[in-house]
């Protein structure tokens, strides 16, 4: 079938995008699903920096890739075997698929899918085969999804259904942000209540992490970035407390869980300097491969302290999606606050550009 989506020309290219133009608009020829997949109607898809990360070069792919990875649509079509979801279902891609029987699923979400992994890093689906091209030549596929398109067929195991009360906007951020931020503190942080949260670095995984840390109840719940309008948004959505990164170096405050999202080897170095004694470090941010970082391990020692690397969250998405969804359902976790706006697919160079400017926290490209 012919869809029209987002594709990644070339890595690297100038800022701003809004003028280079490193995405076009394209019509792509899309294969019918086979074994194991489906066909997605997309309805919405959120701009993340695992998207940037990709424009700008910091993770090096192979283009033309159509990109795209946190996104919900309506089941449209079903390949064969499919037979647990039903044509015209919500659902939430997730960028990791799990295969469900190498090591890293059986980790309970702390490591990630090895197949899962390759075929990312390869440009596929799940087993190895692709389903988008361009005048007979192969596009490639965005962790799995390449949901900055009208349509997508990904693997059955890409995907996890919601209810119909779940607004696809919402139900998309659910699939990235949400799983991420929101994993950093219920699976790898796991606060006791009354311990106090922190995060540093306030994007779409940032205020996740702040929302879910609210909605389990944390003590304190304090918000680092250097952005004043994202200090605003922490607080308004539950943060007590607000610091730029000077701030919190001169106020010495530390807390006993600390999530890094930012991305960012200085942030880290922070982070891990924000962390009491006996506490956790979380980082889920991605910097560039190139990025270092330096710290005391006479700290980690001496101050009894442990650092964990999480990667989505250290989720299992079709265990974890339904709790955010119950969540979101019971008013606890308003994940549509973390929309700062909506857009059209033929703005995303532009979309880019805000992203990498810290002006936007989610935004979400509409499908009619």
């Known amino acids: 079938m012919k869809i029209r ?23 792509l020829d899309l294969d019918e699903p086979g074994a194991g997949e489906i066909l997605v109607r997309i309805e919405a898809a959120g701009l993340c920096h695992s998207d940037l990360s990709v424009v700008d070069g910091n993770r090096v792919r192979p283009v033309p890739m159509l990109l795209g990875h946190e996104a919900a649509g309506r089941i449209t079509q079903l390949g064969a075997g499919v037979d647990d979801v039903a044509v015209g279902q919500r659902v939430v891609m997730t960028f990791l698929p799990r295969c469900g029987e190498c090591e890293g699923c059986a980790t309970d979400g702390r490591m990630p899918c090895g197949p899962g992994t390759s075929a990312n890093n390869d440009g596929t689906l799940l087993d190895g085969g692709a389903r988008l091209h361009r005048g007979g030549a192969t596009v490639h596929h965005h962790l799995g999804v390449s949901g900055f398109a009208t349509h997508a067929v990904v693997n059955r195991r890409s995907v996890v259904p919601v209810g119909d009360d779940v607004p696809a906007d919402v139900a ?143 989720a299992v998405p079709s265990r974890d999606i339904p709790i955010y969804e119950d969540l979101w359902r019971s008013g606890k976790l308003p994940v549509e606050k973390l929309i700062s706006s909506r857009i059209t697919l033929d703005d995303i160079n532009r979309g880019m550009d805000e992203l990498a400017d810290g002006r936007a926290i989610r935004q979400i490209i509409v499908f009619d």
């Open 172 to 314: 998309a951020v659910l699939g990235c942000a949400v799983l991420t931020g929101g994993g950093a503190v219920l699976n790898a942080g796991d606060p006791q209540p009354g311990q106090a949260v922190m995060v540093v670095g306030l994007g779409g995984v940032g205020m996740a992490a702040i929302l879910t840390a609210v909605s389990r109840g944390a003590g304190e719940v304090i918000g680092v970035d250097a952005v004043p309008a994202k200090l605003q948004t922490a607080r308004e959505l539950g943060a007590t407390a607000v610091y730029t990164p000077a701030e919190l170096e001169e106020a010495g405050v530390r807390a006993p869980i600390v999530i890094e999202a930012a991305g960012n080897a200085r942030a880290f170095e922070s982070a891990v300097r924000a962390t009491s004694p006996g506490g956790k470090t979380i980082t889920v941010g991605l910097p560039s491969p190139d990025a270092q970082s330096s710290i005391s391990p006479l700290t980690l020692v001496a101050e009894a302290r442990t650092i964990i690397g999480s990667y989505l969250g250290s």
């Open 5 to 27: 989506g987002a594709v990644l020309e070339e890595i690297g290219r100038t800022r701003p995008f809004a003028e280079s133009a490193p995405i076009s608009i394209s019509e």
